[in-house]
């Protein structure tokens, strides 16, 4: 059974510094994608990145960057000079491609707080 | 609309009460998920819809759930005969095709029900 563990609950850091939150996760399925999302406090999870199993390369986006290692089954999400609006619970999921019914659903681990300050 | 929009945003319910969720897709988007998210926890799937057909409803987790997309759009989750471990948050998802494995999941800002 696919299954994503975020062993980090809560993370404080001070404003500027950078941060990573780990993931890692565990599946039988040779094709499988994996996505982070951010739920700010409004609630409604926003998404961030989706990354197949194909596919090791690091990515970049602005301060956000992500290290996918299939050889640790790990995918660790990283904040480079963290700002307050930072602040939030990231989500680390993963959808298989041979998930019986077909229907796709997205596996999530029980998040990363965030607290930013200033 | 230009997102996933859910309503209403918060429910209080008495137990035994029913309760009806709405869940409004990005437009034209074929696939949706509902997914129930309790507090401190990650999201758990509950049920899929492609158009209107419901192919997955592994995760409802009892017969008092039940969920409907009778046009293929908008789509509705009833919660029979509420109890207090149905207080959680609602999220629904939807994606644009029918191959989900490689699409984006876009979640809207979810219901929180609250069952005394």
């Known amino acids: 059974a696919q299954k994503v563990t975020q062993a980090q609950t809560e993370i404080s850091v001070v404003e500027k510094e950078d941060v990573t939150l780990d993931c890692v996760y565990e599946?039988?399925?040779?094709?499988?994608?994996l996505f982070w999302y951010k739920q700010p406090p409004s609630g409604e999870l926003v998404f961030l990145i989706r990354?197949?199993?194909?596919?090791?390369q690091n990515e970049i986006s602005g301060r956000y960057s992500w290290n996918f290692q299939k050889s640790t089954s790990s995918f660790n999400f990283t904040i480079t000079a963290s700002q307050v609006v930072d602040s939030a619970v990231y989500f680390c999921a993963l959808s298989e491609t041979a998930s019986g019914a077909g229907s796709y659903q997205l596996t999530f681990g029980k998040g990363t707080k965030l607290s930013v300050i200033p | 609309g230009a997102g996933v929009s859910q309503s209403p945003r918060y429910k209080v319910a008495k137990r035994g009460q029913d309760v009806a969720l709405r869940c409004d897709p990005i437009s034209g988007h074929v696939s949706l998920f509902w997914y129930q998210q309790a507090l401190g926890q990650g999201p758990e799937f509950l049920t899929y819809f492609q158009n209107e057909a419901q192919l997955d409803k592994s995760g409802l987790p009892s017969d008092r759930f039940f969920a409907e997309r009778p046009e293929g759009s908008v789509s509705t989750l009833k919660i029979q005969r509420t109890q207090q471990e149905d207080s959680a948050v609602y999220l629904c998802?939807?994606?644009?095709?029918?191959?989900?494995?490689?699409?984006?999941?876009?979640f809207g800002p979810g219901t929180r029900l609250t069952v005394l």
């Open positions: 998802a939807s994606s644009l095709s029918m191959v989900t494995v490689t699409d984006t999941q876009y």
């Open positions: 990354r197949n199993s194909f596919d090791e």
């Open positions: 599946t039988r399925d040779t094709t499988y994608y």
